[in-house]
Structure formats: structure tokens, C-alpha cells
């Protein structure tokens, strides 16, 4: 019994949820601790330069941003560990988490804010830019401004998809949308936009066979017709995946209600509890909507807030 770590509140995850969530719940002397998960720093990590965030006028890295927020969350004594949680209890007073070493924790409170991470097509040629940071981007509201007045490739055909094209659409001089099938899976309504926009030409029945670029950044797209079996070269600077995410839940899903996906369902809207009393929710774990930066910080102080009220009415 004496290995087992006895926590007000733990922290799962560590990107703009989980590290606003910690600078909350330190500043409120609930002496939070956080795993940092799979990827420190989560997917802002693999951005370049983030513009959209209020108070960076000048805009600052996804990298650079995030060492600030993790020593914002420091400054108030988080305890922020490298490391993740593999298996969870959640069937009791206390919440049990086990982290990949078999670290036991008991904790009054835990926030999840295990984000979730973009699907890629796992082309060679696209990770190679993605890396680079060179045209390769999960996120057209984060990066297609970079791109204003040039011409891009998106792949996709959901909701996503048709809502990120249609942004492209007002920023860039073409876009160039693969479908792979020669249906859309997106609702009539956000489809109808997209064929209805002059700007954006739709190839169905299309697949990207490479990523091609300078060896700095993106200048084109190989692609098939797999019904015709014709290959072609579209030129753009910036290669758009909007394929999907997949939420990282898997560990949670014995004990948290999960949507078809995967993403936690909120118990109650307009806060961040889940079905489990004392667990709660923050960032794209939980957002499928709108996953920006920004909102992820905002949810992750609710639950902060939301975990702090609830240890207030257990009396801690
Ligand atoms: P979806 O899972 O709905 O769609 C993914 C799309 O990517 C599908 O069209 C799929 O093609 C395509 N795809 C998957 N793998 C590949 C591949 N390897 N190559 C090419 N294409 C591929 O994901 P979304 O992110 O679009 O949406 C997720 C959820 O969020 C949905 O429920 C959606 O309705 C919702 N949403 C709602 C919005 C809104 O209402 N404003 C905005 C954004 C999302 P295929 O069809 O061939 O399988």
C-alpha cells in the first residue's frame, strides 16, 4: 500500500487543456500532477507558427508556445512528469491510474486531456514535409493563411473537409479537393457549398500517390484516377489533410462514455464532467467540432474549476 501515490488531482496530458488546467488547479492549492503523455506538448507541437492565439501579436511557434505554458504551469508548483497512464480504475470512491511503469495513483480528481491526433495518409513523401514543416498540414484554420493567394491540395471528403476547403477557398487563389470515392461523405449541405465555391475544383475517384516538393517545401501533388487509372500532377504549396482524428480515449473506455468515435461524451453540457463523478474532460478529447488551441485552453480551465467545486463539496 505504501507505493500507492494519494493525489488531490492529476492531469492527463499536456497540451493547452491539460497545462491551463494545471495552471488553475495549482493556483488553487490542489497541487496537481500531470503525465505528460505520448507526445509532451500535444499537437501544437507539430505546428510551426501559431497566430491565432490571443496575447502573441506577433505569433510564436507551437513549440515555443508550449515550453511557455508548461512554465506558466511550473511557476505554481505543478508536479509535470514525463510518462503516461496505461490502465484506469474508475469503478470506485477513488479514481486508480496506473502509469507504464506500474505506478500506482489514487486520485480525488483527474482531468483528461488527452487531446487526439490527426489522421495522415502515411505517405513517406508527406511525412517527410510534415517533419520539414515545408506544406503539410492536419489544420486549415491553424495554417492556411500561409498559403494566402497560392494554391493548395485537400484531401478528404467529410464535414471536415468540405468546412476546411471552403476556408481555404476565401484565402487561396485555387484549391484542390481529392475525394476518393466519387461520393462525398460530407452533409448535402456543407458538399453543396463546396461544389458551389468557384474556386475549389473537386477530382473524385482520386487518390495522392506522392507528395512532391524542393527538399524545403511542397510544390505538388501526384495523383490517380483509380477509375481510369490516369495519373496527373497538380501544382500547390500547401498539401491539406482532413482525413479525420482519432481521439486518444482507449485507455478510459471501460469506464468513460465514449461517442461511436471515441471522443468523451460531456455528462452534462456546458461543463466538463463526464459520466464518472470527480473525472472530467478538457481539450479534443472531447471536441470534434472545433479543436483549436484556444478552445482546448478554455475548457481546460473549466475543469479545473469544475474539479476544484467538486472537491469543495466533498469538503477538502
Ligand atoms: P469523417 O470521418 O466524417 O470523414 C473522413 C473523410 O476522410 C471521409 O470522407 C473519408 O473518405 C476520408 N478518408 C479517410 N481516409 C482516407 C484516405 N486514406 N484517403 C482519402 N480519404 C480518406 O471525419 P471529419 O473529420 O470530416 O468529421 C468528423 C465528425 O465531425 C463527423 O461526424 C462530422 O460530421 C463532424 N464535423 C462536423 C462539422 C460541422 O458540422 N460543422 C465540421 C467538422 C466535423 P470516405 O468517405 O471515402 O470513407
Redesign the pocket.
Known sequence: MSDIEKLKCLIIGSGPAGYTAAIYAARAEMKPVMYQGMQPGGQLTTTNEVENFPGYPDGISGPEMMIQLEAQAKRFETDIRFGFITKVDFSGNVHKCWTEDGHEIHADTVIIATGASA?Y??LPSEKKYLDLGGGVSACAVCDGFFYRGQETVI?????????EAHYLSKLCKKVTM????N?????KI?ADRVKNTPNIEILFNT??LEVLGDGQGVTGAKVKNIQTNEEKIIPCTGFFV????QPNTEVFKDFIELDE?GYIKYAQPGTSKTNIAGVFVAGDAAD??YRQAITAAGTGCIAALDAERYLAAKGH
Not at 155 to 163: H, M, N, Q, R
Not at 242 to 245: C, E, P
Open positions: 489522421k495518409l502515411g484531401v478528404g471528403a467529410g464535414d471536415s473537409a468540405c468546412e481529392l475525394v476518393r470515392k461520393e462525398f461523405r460530407a452533409s456543407m487518390e495522392t482532413a482525413i479525420g482524428h468515435v470534434k467540432t
